[in-house]
């Protein structure tokens, strides 16, 4: 029986230096960032070159990015010159009919019974403490909404809202979740 207890305080031991030992930090969000080396991190002014959208959704999108890096992560936010960098632009904002639905009249044209609203992102990241991660991607995502019931004014800041957050989502999975 003590050679049992000695063998498994033997293990446990060596698992727990195996786990001291490793200086990547995992975290409840997924990240895998070295706190060690990497301690802050900036975010330009993403531009609109969509030439659709509101005219705050530049602003919308550079802020959200801000606020989930700095809720998800133990970075800190700094105005210029992070450890790591993120940059881009809003590149597609896009309305396409999904689906058609008849008007009953033969004389009236058939009506969209779905729309999609796509933004696309394109977003430039610098890690300066390991080029290899470096990227520059676009990310896109969509919404459909029903224009029979709904005007595009009435959903707008709602659609654009739930299509960032995956957009942003996607952009932190790429660039310091690693998966």
Same mark, same amino acid.
Do not use: H
């Given at each position: !029986?003590?050679?049992?207890?000695?063998?498994?305080? =033997?293990? =446990?031991?060596?698992?727990? =230096?195996?786990?001291?030992?490793? $200086?990547?930090?995992?975290?409840?969000? /997924? @990240?895998?960032?070295?706190?060690?080396? %990497?301690?802050?991190?900036?975010?330009?002014?993403?531009?609109?070159?969509?030439? /659709? /959208?509101?005219?705050? !959704?530049?602003?919308?999108?550079?802020?959200?990015?801000?606020?989930?890096?700095?809720?998800?992560?133990? =970075?800190?936010?700094?105005? *210029?010159?992070?450890?790591?960098?993120? *940059?881009?632009?809003?590149?597609?904002?896009?309305?396409?009919?999904?689906?058609?639905? *008849? $008007? /009953?009249?033969?004389?009236?044209?058939?009506?969209?019974?779905? !729309?999609?609203?796509?933004?696309?992102?394109?977003?430039?990241?610098?890690?300066?403490?390991?080029?290899?991660?470096?990227?520059?991607? *676009?990310?896109?995502?969509?919404?459909?909404?029903?224009?029979?019931? @709904?005007?595009?004014?009435?959903?707008?800041?709602?659609?654009?809202?739930?299509?960032?957050?995956?957009?942003?989502?996607? %952009?932190?999975?790429?660039?310091?979740?690693?998966?």
């Amino acid at each position: !029986m003590k050679l049992i207890n000695k063998n498994l305080g =033997l293990a =446990l031991g060596l698992i727990f =230096l195996l786990f001291q030992s490793c $200086s990547v930090k995992y975290s409840f969000t /997924g @990240t895998n960032i070295n706190y060690e080396l %990497v301690k802050t991190f900036s975010v330009d002014n993403f531009f609109n070159d969509s030439g /659709g /959208g509101p005219a705050n !959704m530049e602003q919308l999108f550079t802020e959200s990015l801000k606020e989930y890096y700095q809720r998800n992560t133990q =970075l800190e936010l700094v105005r *210029s010159n992070g450890d790591l960098q993120f *940059s881009g632009a809003i590149k597609r904002y896009t309305l396409t009919p999904q689906s058609a639905v *008849s $008007s /009953g009249n033969p004389n009236l044209p058939d009506r969209a019974g779905q !729309m999609r609203l796509t933004i696309a992102v394109e977003v430039d990241y610098i890690n300066l403490t390991n080029e290899e991660e470096n990227l520059k991607r *676009s990310f896109s995502f969509f919404q459909d909404y029903d224009p029979r019931t @709904t005007t595009l004014l009435d959903v707008e800041s709602q659609l654009i809202e739930e299509i960032f957050k995956n957009i942003i989502q996607d %952009v932190f999975t790429a660039t310091v979740a690693n998966w």
